[in-house]
């Protein structure tokens, strides 16, 4: 039998309270909060109204295709898109980005084994992207001064099978622009594609742009920049599901449509990698866009402007910390000296109510804290600072975390190739994460934890990873 309705939404709430709050601007990653009731509402609404709606074929559903055509147009006047442009609705950021590879690398079919060429800080959907079509990526030391792409070293990185180069506006580890003009140039010069990673950034920048920010160029204004990607779902403050992957011209979006009709069922025609696709996404998105518009959007990205200016100015006061680079855009990375560490701060900020990013040690770089600041998060900035003051105190007494010897021994002993179940369970004995029947036991403080990955290296980590998501993916029987 069944549950009655009340009973399964009584559940759902039950298993809800154990999740971050998306609302109410203390969650500083994952999710943006406009802090607008009536917006939220709205989308809300419009991703029930559309939810069964079917993308799959816009002839059959016509309202998809004009809020689609609609959203694309509102981008493009963002983003200096110039006359014959085009842009495709997508599920993320991470589909935008696959389709931008797929596509630089299909329009070059000539080229055996094609590369691209990233700067170390672009997103890790490029990565994936990599590891899905094949394509080998050149990464690029950045500024380490800036934590700017080096566009030197990146256009003497390309050579006659790079087929896309690859800056980001602003890269989300540590929030700063990439010089867009010298990239895009070099990648011209070279007849390869420049795709700008705007998933973060593309719908805020204008704005603060607009209101005095001091921005190097980075849209299609441009030239060279091929295509760019902006997430909805990220400044648009609109719910989970939808990006735009904008191209200059059709003749560049072409080999990102796929058609097949050598088969016996209906001719799938797709401009994205899924083919069923609820409307829902699309329709909430194009109604928080309607509905705030470039006035609403405006006065959040003021709100978050200053907020950010706010609480960089705010941690002057706590010397312990620094921020890794001076914001372009509303996120910053934190470090701290050697009297405590982030990942015990992060922990002391959600015993506290808010969550902060640990972001890992990379090429040579400590350990950082991430922050993404919402407009809703801008009116508390002064609560997160008193918050994170007494945090960073309570880091300082515990002292920076250790990890024990043996636990680091054991870790390096694993060849990240072979790490199979029995590996990592003796590991988790060793880290006292191995609850009483061998399952997972996560510890209330993240920081052990964090550290030892801290520790590991890339490979080893995401090998650990892999097989800890492997082991917490597993059905429940009963
Ligand atoms: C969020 C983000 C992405 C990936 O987007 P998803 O929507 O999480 O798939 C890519 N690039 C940047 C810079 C981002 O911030």
Known sequence: MGLPVDEVVARLEAMRSGDLPTHGGRTLAYVYDSGLADADE????????????NGLDPTAFPSLLQMEQELVGFAGRLLDAPEGFVGTATSGGTESILLAVQTARDARP??????????TTVHAAFHKAAHYFGVE??????????????????????????????????????????????????????????????C?????????????????????????????????????YTPKGVSLLLHRSAWLRRPQLFAAADWPGYTMLNTTTQSTKSGGPLAAAWAVVTH????????????????????????????ELAVV?????????????????????????????????PQMAFAGEPP??????????????????AALGESVSAAVAAGPVQVAPELAAAASAIDPATLDDAAFDGLLQVAGLAGADGALALPERMAPVNALLNVAPPRLREALLVTFLDRLSRPRTQ
């Open 42 to 53: 709205l989308g809300r609404r419009a991703l029930a109204m559309f939810a069964s709606a």
């Open 110 to 119: 000539e080229v055996d084994q094609p590369r691209m060429v990233l700067p």
């Open 137 to 198: 990526p050149v990464f690029v030391p950045v500024d380490p001064g800036t934590f700017r792409a080096d566009a030197e070293a990146m256009a003497a990185a390309i050579d006659d099978r790079t087929v896309l180069v690859v800056a980001s506006a602003p890269s989300y580890a540590h929030g700063v622009i990439d010089p867009v003009t010298p990239i895009a140039a070099a990648a011209l010069a070279a007849g390869a594609r420049c795709h700008v990673d705007a």
């Open 200 to 236: 973060i950034g593309g719908w805020v920048l204008p704005y603060l742009r607009r209101q005095g920010a001091d921005q190097p160029d980075w849209t299609f204004a441009v030239e060279g920049v091929t295509s760019i990607s902006v997430d909805l779902h990220k400044y648009a």
């Open 292 to 319: 705030l518009g470039d006035d609403g959007y405006a006065a959040l990205a003021e709100q978050v402007g200053d907020g950010i200016r706010e609480l960089v100015d705010g941690l002057a006061v706590l010397p």
């Open 325 to 357: 680079a001076r914001p372009d855009s509303t996120l910053v990375a934190l470090r701290a000296d050697d009297s405590c560490d982030v990942f015990t701060i992060c922990d002391e900020m959600l015993l506290r109510g808010w969550f902060v990013q």
């Open 368 to 385: 950082t804290m991430h922050l993404t600041l919402s407009a809703a998060t801008a009116p508390l900035v002064p609560e997160f600072l």
